[in-house]
């Protein structure tokens, strides 16, 4: 079943219980009549928290049918994760790790890692067909807090103008590879 029929089998539920109260508040007693009301009002914020439960898939989908997905980039060093993967009008950004082009990691060099992590970033994107100005949130997991004020000094330099995306930063016990120092995730919307 679809959101709309969903939609449609509970407003007939509410309907129906409304005319049986109609019809049980000339017979019966003041009292009955009030506690039927009472549970169409009840059944109403029902169908209308429902409904609210259901407008996400309404947003996400195509007038009922889900956007295509589109996968970008090739999984690397045989890990099973895409690079980026887009549906409708955003872009979903895996975490990335500080591998150069030729599979190198500057190995204990913050900086550098920081700013390749931010570089492989951007051709991501740049692949997806957006960019830094369309980031709408990022995740920064450090394995060292010392690391905080260069991490924020080399990030703040990829938003020039100073719109930055919401982002949550969290040092963590461990990375995928021991010598990774960050990785960082993204989410981007297309224009």
Not at 7 to 19: E, F, I, R, S, Y
Request: net charge neutral; with cysteine.
């Amino acid at each position: 079943m679809g959101p709309t029929r969903d939609l449609a089998l509970m407003d007939n539920a509410v309907g129906t219980a409304g005319a049986a109260c109609q019809s049980l508040s000339h017979r019966d007693t003041l009292n009955s009549a009030r506690e039927c009301h009472a549970h169409i009002r009840i059944n109403a914020m029902v169908r209308w928290i429902s409904g609210l439960a259901l407008l996400p898939i309404l947003l996400l989908t195509n007038q009922g049918r889900a956007d295509p997905l589109e996968y970008i980039g090739k999984p690397v060093r045989g890990i099973p994760v895409s690079s980026a993967v887009k549906v409708g009008k955003s872009i979903f950004v895996s975490g990335m790790p500080a591998f150069d082009s030729s599979g190198k990691l500057a190995v204990g060099d913050f900086p550098a890692q920081m700013k390749q992590v931010m570089d492989n970033l951007t051709g991501i994107l740049k692949a997806a067909g957006t960019d830094w100005n369309r980031v709408v949130k990022t995740n920064v997991l450090l394995m060292r807090a010392g690391d905080f004020a260069e991490m924020n000094r080399i990030y703040g330099s990829y938003f020039p103008d100073g719109k930055y995306p919401a982002r949550t930063t969290v040092i963590v016990a461990g990375l995928p590879h021991p010598d990774f120092l960050l990785e960082i995730e993204c989410e981007a919307l297309l224009e």
